[in-house]
């Protein structure tokens, strides 16, 4: 039989994830703000993420390319290929590449700091001097996180756009015109929005939780890296999720 604390355990992590959530959301406007811990945030995560992100698109959204335009070259419409590059790369494939690669290399480096910091007591020691340890450590990684993600997404797009046209018109031998003039066809600025939302949400999430594993770690350098891999399982889970709900929502909002 499971144990009644055995039971509650689930019950009290994600209570204490969400508080950890609103703590962050209300300290950042507050001062002091860590500015020089966010520009080294963003820096690292940057670093990390940018060219693993644009490699990852590039074979991505080549392959959806390929996959659409053998359907409309069958139907006679191959011109219409930038069409489905646009709506992939733009919709779901950038701001998808991105935040796996950002949940992937950057909030597995924020886990593992913070619960190296943990297991070495910096954060208790943080708090005797009065220096609040969310306020100080997890505020400007999670708006690093947030800006790298949305700022990555953008480019991921425009690089899966770019191979894609590559791809259509050297390999499918697609007319460059016809590409380029498709490629509003049924992506505009909604569109973009939305994913640019998607980025932002995604990174906010993978950040969030990599803290908060980070935080509250136990069991010495073992439970660091079980934290680390269950960072990995429980961002892509909340990643997915919220990528179904936000592309939900934006569809019956367009429609």
């Known amino acids: 039989m499971i144990s009644a604390s055995g039971a509650t355990k689930p019950v009290r992590a994600v209570g204490d994830f969400f508080a950890m959530t609103l703590d962050t959301l209300f300290l950042m406007p507050r001062r002091p703000f860590a500015w020089r811990e966010l520009l080294?945030?963003?820096w690292f995560v940057a670093r990390v993420s940018i060219l693993p992100a644009l490699m990852l698109s590039i074979p991505f959204t080549v392959l959806t390319v390929f996959t659409i335009n053998i359907l409309l070259v069958e139907f006679g419409a191959g011109d219409f290929s930038g069409t489905g590059a646009a709506l992939g790369a733009v919709t779901q494939i950038g701001p998808?590449?991105?935040?796996l690669v950002v949940a992937g290399a950057g909030a597995t480096a924020m886990c593992a700091d913070l619960g190296a910091r943990t297991i070495r007591e910096e954060l208790d020691a943080m708090e005797v001097m009065g220096v609040n340890?969310?306020?100080?450590?997890?505020?400007?990684?999670?708006?690093?996180?947030?800006?790298?993600a949305l700022a990555l997404s953008s480019s991921v797009t425009l690089v899966g756009i770019t191979g894609s046209f590559l791809f259509a018109v050297l390999i499918q031998h697609v007319t460059?015109?016809?590409?380029?003039?498709?490629?509003?066809l049924l992506v505009g600025l909604p569109d973009v929005i939305i994913a640019l939302v998607k980025a932002a949400l995604f990174g906010l999430a993978a950040s969030l939780i990599a803290c908060y594993k980070g935080i509250s770690v136990g069991g010495g350098p073992a439970g660091v890296g079980n934290a680390v891999n269950e960072t990995?399982?429980?961002g892509f889970m909340?990643?997915?999720?919220?990528n179904v709900i936000v592309t939900a929502v934006g569809v019956k909002a367009m429609t």
């Open 40 to 42: 080294a945030q963003t």
């Open 232 to 234: 990995v399982v429980y």
């Open 176 to 184: 460059p015109g016809a590409f380029a003039a498709s490629l509003t």
């Open 238 to 242: 909340a990643l997915f999720v919220i």
């Open 96 to 99: 998808v590449v991105t935040v």
């Open 133 to 148: 340890p969310i306020q100080a450590l997890v505020v400007p990684r999670v708006l690093a996180a947030t800006l790298v």
